[in-house]
């Protein structure tokens, strides 16, 4: 059993998955409305990296089944909660690839499949499921259906929750690189943060801690220590200096708990749609947009800052019965 995130592969060893570089848009719209000039706030469409629905995790496997396929595993196993968007797209390159997928999925199976369950089922992943979404006890549930693989003669590539290891943060160290090829007057970087290998990426690439802002999702527990270590090991990985300051994270927007409505994420979803025609999701991108417009109307961000907005994707989680009731009503 080979398990992803040691090996020192360097920057440009990878195996192109995504369409790159994403788009940059202007929201000049959402601006005037959050009191800010037009030309400072856009947002990267990693919703459009293009494989099965985009999104920002196909960066992240181009390296992880790099090292996957250079060691000759047969098949990816990964988790998350039942409508992880990392889960479906680690489905969808394994087949990209010619490998097997196995997804361990927190929370009980439903009788009738919505969302990213629909595109795990038409992709052929094996679903193992676990009785329900607790960060750690999903990531040895991984680690465990790994072993069950390998002691059944399979060659199993463990990615752990959002592939967020050093290696796969370095897609987000290219993604540091491309924002400011396209906004080179970039000052703020907003990005949901769910399980921190984005926000780490995007530290590590900028090389300042307060160039990122990641708004918290509630996905893992010691969200700010574990993006600070991650941050500096990815630098190290990517041959670069660890970045300086310290993580800077938004814990007001998680609600009850990860995947829970709130009222601002509703609102953000809402303004983005109508001001931009920007669709965002209600687990991630939903709550970003919510922690910006907060920091915004607060004055946290002031108003001549230059934000660039990460769109993640997660689209899918959009259709299922309880966000579609939630966002219609």
Same mark, same amino acid.
């Given at each position: 059993?080979?398990?992803?995130?040691?090996?020192?592969?360097?920057?440009?060893?990878?195996?192109?998955?995504?369409?790159?570089?994403?788009?940059?848009?202007?929201?000049?719209?959402?601006?005037?409305?959050?009191?800010?000039?037009?030309?400072?706030?856009?947002? &990267?469409?990693?919703? /459009?990296?293009?494989?099965?629905?985009?999104?920002? &995790?196909?960066? &992240?496997?181009?390296?992880?089944? /790099?090292?996957?396929?250079?060691?000759?595993?047969?098949?990816?196993?990964?988790?998350?909660?039942?409508?992880?968007?990392?889960?479906?797209?680690?489905?969808?390159?394994?087949?990209?690839?010619?490998?097997?997928?196995?997804?361990?999925?927190?929370?009980?199976?439903?009788?009738?499949?919505?969302?990213?369950?629909?595109?795990?089922?038409?992709?052929?992943?094996?679903?193992?499921?676990?009785?329900?979404?607790?960060?750690?006890?999903?990531?040895?549930?991984?680690?465990?259906?790994?072993?069950?693989?390998?002691?059944?003669?399979?060659?199993?590539?463990?990615?752990?929750?959002?592939?967020?290891? +050093?290696?796969? /943060?370095?897609?987000?160290?290219?993604?540091?690189?491309?924002?400011?090829?396209?906004? +080179?007057?970039?000052?703020?970087?907003?990005?949901? #943060?769910?399980?921190?290998?984005?926000?780490?990426?995007?530290?590590?690439?900028?090389?300042?801690?307060?160039?990122?802002?990641?708004?918290?999702?509630?996905?893992?527990?010691?969200?700010?220590?574990?993006?600070?270590?991650?941050? #500096?090991?990815?630098?190290?990985?990517?041959?670069?200096?660890?970045?300086?300051?310290?993580?800077?994270?938004?814990?007001?927007?998680?609600?009850?708990?990860?995947?829970?409505?709130?009222?601002?994420?509703?609102?953000?979803?809402?303004?983005?749609?109508?001001?931009?025609?920007?669709?965002?999701?209600?687990?991630?991108?939903?709550?970003?947009?919510?922690?910006?417009?907060?920091?915004?109307?607060?004055?946290?961000?002031?108003?001549?800052?230059?934000?660039?907005?990460?769109?993640?994707?997660?689209? +899918?989680?959009?259709?299922?019965?309880?966000? #579609?009731?939630?966002?219609?009503?």
């Amino acid at each position: 059993m080979i398990c992803g995130g040691m090996a020192t592969a360097p920057l440009d060893r990878r195996l192109p998955l995504a369409h790159l570089p994403t788009p940059l848009v202007a929201l000049d719209r959402l601006g005037a409305a959050l009191g800010m000039p037009a030309g400072h706030l856009f947002a &990267k469409l990693d919703d /459009a990296t293009g494989l099965a629905a985009g999104g920002n &995790k196909v960066r &992240k496997l181009e390296y992880l089944c /790099a090292e996957a396929v250079a060691q000759g595993c047969d098949t990816l196993v990964t988790g998350g909660g039942a409508q992880s968007n990392h889960a479906r797209l680690t489905a969808a390159a394994a087949r990209r690839l010619g490998l097997e997928c196995t997804l361990v999925l927190g929370g009980q199976p439903p009788a009738t499949l919505t969302g990213n369950l629909v595109l795990d089922h038409v992709l052929g992943a094996e679903l193992r499921w676990v009785a329900a979404y607790e960060y750690h006890a999903v990531e040895q549930a991984i680690a465990d259906a790994a072993a069950d693989l390998a002691a059944r003669g399979r060659r199993p590539y463990c990615v752990p929750i959002g592939g967020s290891t +050093p290696l796969g /943060a370095l897609g987000y160290v290219r993604c540091a690189v491309e924002i400011l090829a396209q906004a +080179p007057r970039t000052e703020l970087v907003v990005i949901a #943060s769910g399980s921190g290998g984005t926000h780490a990426g995007l530290a590590a690439g900028l090389g300042e801690h307060r160039r990122v802002l990641g708004v918290d999702v509630g996905a893992r527990p010691g969200l700010a220590a574990h993006v600070q270590d991650l941050a #500096s090991r990815t630098a190290a990985l990517a041959e670069l200096p660890p970045p300086a300051g310290e993580a800077q994270i938004d814990p007001t927007q998680i609600g009850a708990g990860y995947a829970a409505q709130t009222d601002a994420c509703r609102e953000a979803i809402t303004m983005a749609a109508r001001l931009e025609g920007l669709v965002l999701d209600p687990v991630y991108t939903g709550k970003a947009m919510a922690g910006l417009i907060a920091a915004r109307r607060a004055s946290r961000i002031p108003a001549d800052t230059r934000i660039v907005f990460v769109h993640t994707g997660g689209l +899918p989680a959009l259709f299922t019965p309880t966000a #579609s009731a939630w966002l219609t009503t």
